[in-house]
């Protein structure tokens, strides 16, 4: 059974951090390309950041230069590093999993106040 749970949200003022963990169980985690994704309330859900299984690294424009994705195969484990946090970064953060399927977390709620 495949599980990808996520850990580490919450709510922070303008400006501060936050720092996301995802862990996944029942895949061949080094072989996956990882991501997290975002939706906030009325939003499509979107790209915030991803990882291959080579560490290619790809963000949206609109987190570059503020947060910063990792992995570790050892722990399989894939971070999200969020500083300079704006009230449009709020929304509901999913981890994602994807090699032959694609694999969702549950997410976890990132709220920044203004």
């Known amino acids: 059974q495949v599980q990808l749970v996520e850990s580490g949200g919450g709510l922070v003022q303008t400006g501060g951090s936050l720092s996301l963990s995802c862990t996944a169980s029942g895949i061949t985690f080094s072989t996956h390309r990882l991501a997290w994704y975002r939706q906030a309330p009325g939003k499509q859900r979107e790209l915030v950041a991803s990882i291959t299984s080579d560490n290619f690294i790809n963000y949206a424009d609109s987190v570059k230069g503020r947060f910063t994705i990792s992995r570790d195969n050892g722990k399989n484990t894939v971070h999200l590093q969020m500083n300079s946090l704006k009230p449009e970064d709020t929304a509901v953060y999913f981890c994602?999993?994807?090699?032959?399927?694609?694999?969702w977390g549950q997410g976890t709620q990132v709220t920044v106040s203004s």
């Open positions: 994602n999993a994807i090699w032959n399927r694609s694999y």
